[in-house]
């Protein structure tokens, strides 16, 4: 299975690039992490907020890979243990379909990105800087890749 990533957000510090690509490599082939950044649209005078939010939408649209799940994460989405996680991914394994998680820009996501998606997953009720929920979204795929594995990386 291949999950994507389809994130707004480009030319990010190393430190979010290292620590991405830490978790992703140490996925195995049954489960690979795919990057696709999404060039933030131009905030400027005069551009509303909707403008901006639309614009990154159809831009995350085009991104999703044919036939993928698509998991849009929101605050408002649900929450998963690490053990549910684990469950989601095992469940996403065995459709035998890819999964593209959906991460918007500073200001959201699109609503049709919302009702493009299957299931909503928020990573908690905090507020995180987006370059940070890559670096937290590919760990917590490892942990919960590691969980279905028998690897001792999760310590419940």
């Given at each position: ?23 992703a ?10 990057l696709r ?82 299931e ?9 800087p ?27």
């Open positions: 299975m291949k999950i994507y990533l389809i994130a707004v957000g480009n030319r990010l510090s190393d430190w979010v690039v290292t620590g991405y690509q830490e978790y490599r140490r996925l195995q082939s049954d489960c690979t992490l795919h950044e999404i060039a933030p649209a131009r905030r400027g005078k005069g551009q509303s907020v909707a403008a901006v939010v639309a614009a990154e939408g159809e831009r995350i649209l085009k991104a999703i890979p044919a036939g993928s799940r698509v998991v849009a994460l929101e605050v408002e989405g649900r929450a998963w243990s690490t053990e549910q996680l684990a469950a989601r991914c095992s469940h996403w394994l065995a459709s035998g379909r890819d999964v593209a998680l959906l991460v918007g820009g500073p200001e959201g996501l699109a609503e049709e990105c919302r009702q493009r998606a299957e909503s997953w928020s990573l908690s009720p905090l507020t995180f987006h370059p940070l929920v890559r670096v937290m979204l590919a760990e917590q795929l490892y942990r919960a890749w590691s969980l279905l594995h028998n690897h001792p990386y999760h310590r419940a």
